[in-house]
C-alpha cells in the first residue's frame, strides 16, 4: 500500500509540506532488494531430545572365547543440558562351538542402559558413562556322533547375563541433524552361565565383556 502511495504522490512531492504525514511518507524510500536479503533469517529450531542410531557391533566375551557381530540399535534421550540417557539392543549373529564330537550354538540378545556424561565442541561430541546390561543366553547343541542328542546344561538356573561398566562414545555431525558415531565399551559380567556338555565344561559366559560398536544416527525435532 506504501509503495502505491509513493508512487501516486510521487509527483506532488514538491508542493506538500516534509512535516505532514503524507510528505514524510513520500519521503521515506522503499527497502531495496539488497536490504531484504541482508535481513537475518529467523533461528533455526533447537534439535530435539529424542535420536536414534543403528550401525554395526562386534561383542566379545573373555572367558568364552567368542565374538558375536551383528547389528545394534540404539535410542538415547537429552533432556537436561549435559547428560544423555541411553537405551540400546543389538541382534547378534550366532557363534558355533565344538566339544568332543558335538557342535552347538551360542547366542545372546544384550539390553543395555546407560546415563552418559556429554561435551559438545562445535560438531563434534563426546559422551561417557556407566553401563547395567541384562542379556539373555542360549546354548543348543546341534548334531553329535552318537545317536542321541547330547543335552547342553547350564551350571546355573537361569540364562541370565548381568554386567556392570562404563562406554565412551564419540559422535561427528554430518549435515543438519545426521551424525555419525564411534562407540566402546568394557563391562565386567557379574553373574553369567556356564554352560557344559556330560559335565564336560563348554562355554563360560562370565569375565569380561568388550564391545565396539560404529553407525550413524538421527536426531529429531
Known amino acids: 500500500i506504501q509503495a502505491i502511495l ?20 513520500v519521503s521515506e524510500s522503499p527497502p531495496t532488494i539488497a536490504a531484504l ?18 550401525g554395526y557391533q562386534a561383542l566379545s566375551l573373555s572367558e568364552a572365547g567368542i565374538v558375536l557381530q551383528g547389528a545394534a540399535l540404539n535410542a538415547t534421550y537429552s533432556q537436561w543440558r549435559r547428560f544423555d540417557l541411553s537405551l540400546g539392543t543389538a541382534f547378534l549373529a550366532s ?18 542402559l546407560g546415563v552418559r556424561a556429554r561435551w559438545a565442541k562445535q560438531r563434534v561430541e563426546l559422551a561417557v558413562g556407566p553401563v547395567a546390561e541384562v542379556g539373555v543366553t542360549s546354548v543348543t547343541s546341534i548334531n553329535s556322533s552318537a545317536s542321541q542328542p547330547v543335552p547342553v546344561r547350564s551350571g546355573t538356573t537361569h540364562d541370565i547375563l548381568l554386567a ?16 555419525g558415531y564411534l562407540r566402546a565399551g568394557a ?13 564336560v565344561p563348554i562355554l563360560d ?17
Open 95 to 112: 557363534a558355533h562351538l565344538s566339544s568332543g564330537g558335538v557342535d552347538v550354538v551360542a547366542s545372546l540378545l544384550p539390553v543395555l
Open 37 to 54: 536479503a541482508a535481513a537475518p533469517s529467523p533461528p533455526a529450531p533447537p534439535p530435539g531430545p529424542l535420536s536414534l542410531q543403528a
Open 6 to 25: 509513493r508512487a501516486t504522490l510521487s509527483e506532488a512531492r514538491a508542493t506538500l509540506d516534509p512535516r505532514s504525514a503524507v510528505g514524510r511518507l
Open 187 to 199: 563391562l565386567g559380567v557379574l553373574d553369567g552361565p556356564r554352560y557344559d556338555i556330560e559335565g
Open 164 to 179: 556392570l561398566g562404563g562406554d565412551a562414545e564419540l559422535r561427528l555431525r554430518i549435515t543438519g541433524p545426521a551424525w
Open 205 to 221: 559366559m562370565s569375565g569380561l565383556e568388550l564391545s565396539l560398536s560404529a553407525g550413524v544416527g538421527l536426531r529429531f525435532p
